[in-house]
Every structure is written in structure tokens, then in C-alpha cells.
């Protein structure tokens, strides 16, 4: 007999995305991002961190200061990792992120071909980033989902997320 409680598509892909969070240096701030086709097959991953070839060690971490001495101007998002890792056209896809996209990652997505964004942290909704991300969003007519009932599942082990 078929097994009744195994997990949705989008529990599956925002797993890969979390787990692909797990990958970050980034104190602050873990985000992973998974890029999926029409077939439900994994077309791209990133997290969030550094340029390869850059060192981790040798680069700040920091949140606040002069600009320069902060993480901004040096990390990689997750969803522009996800996008330059990925193997074949994105045109259609979707990408499973785990906190909603900044500006500058939308226009990265919509230029893609991506169509379709699904997140699951929204915790800068309010900021001017994300009002712009939103803008962009709409304007080029990608679909835009917040997973809220998302639950890590593991060996048979439920936890809220």
C-alpha cells in the first residue's frame, strides 16, 4: 500500500533550499534558493556567500559600518548563485528561496526567465528593497508565493518551521 504522509513538491524543494542555506558563513543571515523546471527537476541551487576563489576568511562578515567593511559588498545572494549554477534555460521556472528576494536578485530572476518565486521568510516585507522587489515582481508578471505552512520533515519527525 502506498505511503499517505510523504511531503509536497514544495515541501521537497524548499528542503533543498534550506538544506543548501546550511552551506552559508554568513552569521546573520543562512538563505538557500533551488531553481526547478516544469518537470519538477532541480536546475539550479546556491546559498549565500562569497565569489569563488575568495576566501571566507579574508572578507567581513559584518552587518553595520562603512560600506566596505561590511558583508554587502562582497557576498553572492542565493538566488543569483542558484541562477549562475544552473545548468540549462530558466525560461519558465520557478525558485524556491527561503527568504523573499531583494531588488537587486528580482531583476537577476525576472532576466532569467524565472516565473514563478516562492519563499518562505518575509521578514524585510516593509523595507524599500523589498517594495521594490515587489514592483518588479508585478510589473514583469512573476508569481510571487509565501509558503506559511511549511514544516521541516525528517526520518519520520515533524518540525514546525
Excluded at 20 to 27: F, I, T
Excluded at 36 to 48: A, C, D, M, T
Excluded at 98 to 113: D, R, V
Amino acid at each position: 500500500m502506498k505511503r499517505n504522509n510523504y511531503i509536497t513538491w514544495d515541501e521537497y524543494f524548499m528542503g533543498v533550499a534550506n538544506l543548501s542555506a546550511l552551506r552559508s558563513k554568513d552569521e546573520s543571515s543562512q538563505v538557500g534558493a533551488c531553481i526547478v523546471n516544469q518537470k519538477n527537476h532541480i536546475i539550479g541551487i546556491g546559498y549565500n556567500g562569497l565569489p569563488n576563489g575568495c576566501s571566507d576568511d579574508e572578507f567581513p562578515w559584518e552587518r553595520e559600518g562603512d560600506f566596505l567593511t561590511t558583508k554587502y559588498a562582497y557576498v553572492v545572494h542565493a538566488e543569483a548563485n542558484a541562477i549562475l549554477n544552473a545548468s540549462v534555460n530558466l525560461d519558465n521556472s520557478r525558485i524556491y528561496v527561503t527568504l523573499f528576494p531583494c531588488n537587486e536578485c528580482a531583476k537577476l530572476i525576472i532576466q532569467s526567465g524565472i516565473k514563478e518565486v516562492i519563499y518562505l521568510e518575509d521578514k524585510y516585507n516593509e523595507s524599500d528593497i523589498c517594495f521594490a522587489s515587489r514592483r518588479l515582481f508585478n510589473s514583469a508578471g512573476v508569481k510571487l508565493r509565501q509558503l506559511t505552512d511549511y514544516e521541516v520533515k525528517v526520518s519520520g519527525h515533524e518540525r514546525a518551521k
